[in-house]
């Protein structure tokens, strides 16, 4: 009996739309572009990844599937912008102890660590918020690795500027845990750029905060500060402290665009 491969799986991709990026952005982009290209005698470019594609040619094709609660609120709240690339999620207790670690079942207690984690491309540009709350109260034990960790983050962004070196930047960080003992449990990377690629590319232009990254800071760089301190079971205060703002290095100093508040003054929500 003949099989219709054709009609077997339906797939529907949805409707015809314009594209979301204006002719001017378009054209400011294939430019430059264009622009690095002729300095650098290149003639021709291959692009693979999603991000460079959807940056020149705007281009916006990805759709996992996966509708997550908190991307369909982002999408609900701004219903004018182009969302793609998106995730989010939310970790407690101890499985707060690790960078992004998979979400538990468990139901949340009055104590609990919490880290909201949200990761929204918003018209090819990645962005993120990523914070440190506490359900109901937190112990003293968390209540000073918290201050501790907000303190790096604010003293962090005060160091974000043009001409400073990454290197520099988390050395003056790293006194903060050091003084408090904590170094071992800060995380391999203090911060790190932002932009087109993705959440985490400072590995690839060599702009991340980290001891050995001689890289200066630019005017017109993105940049994202990130102190993270995980405190393993067993210890006082176990969990993951995080905070993430994103800031934009200007000629005469750092803009930070993140206007979700971080520390214990805001972040202990009723239980």
Known sequence: MPVDLLNLIKRHNG????????????????????GLMAA?????????????????????????????TMVREIVAS????????SWTWFQS???TDGAHNPVANWLIR????????????????????ERTLFCDHASDQH??????????DERGLELLSPSTRCQDITAKLNEI??????????????????????????RETDVELREDVDTKLE???????????????????PGGYREHDILIISEHGAENITTFPFGPAHNIIPA
């Open 78 to 85: 701004y219903p004018f912008v182009e969302l793609m690339h």
């Open 219 to 237: 005017s017109g760089m993105v940049i994202a500060m990130e102190p993270i301190i995980m405190i393993p079971e067993g210890q006082p205060g």
């Open 143 to 152: 209540l000073r690795l918290w201050e501790i960790n907000s303190q790096v």
């Open 40 to 68: 650098r005698d290149i003639g021709a470019c291959v692009f693979i990844s999603y991000h460079n594609i959807c940056y020149l040619t705007g281009f916006l094709y990805c759709y996992f599937g996966r509708k997550y």
């Open 110 to 129: 009055p104590g609990d660590i919490l880290n909201l984690n949200c990761f929204p491309m918003i018209f090819g540009y990645y962005t993120a918020l």
């Open 177 to 202: 845990c050091h003084a408090h003992d904590l170094l071992q449990y800060r995380s391999f990377v203090c911060g790190h750029s932002f932009g087109v690629f993705c959440h985490h590319y400072g």
């Open 93 to 95: 207790g101890i499985n």
């Open 15 to 34: 409707e015809k739309t314009w594209a979301a990026y204006s002719s001017q952005e378009m054209d400011n982009r294939q430019t430059g572009v264009w």
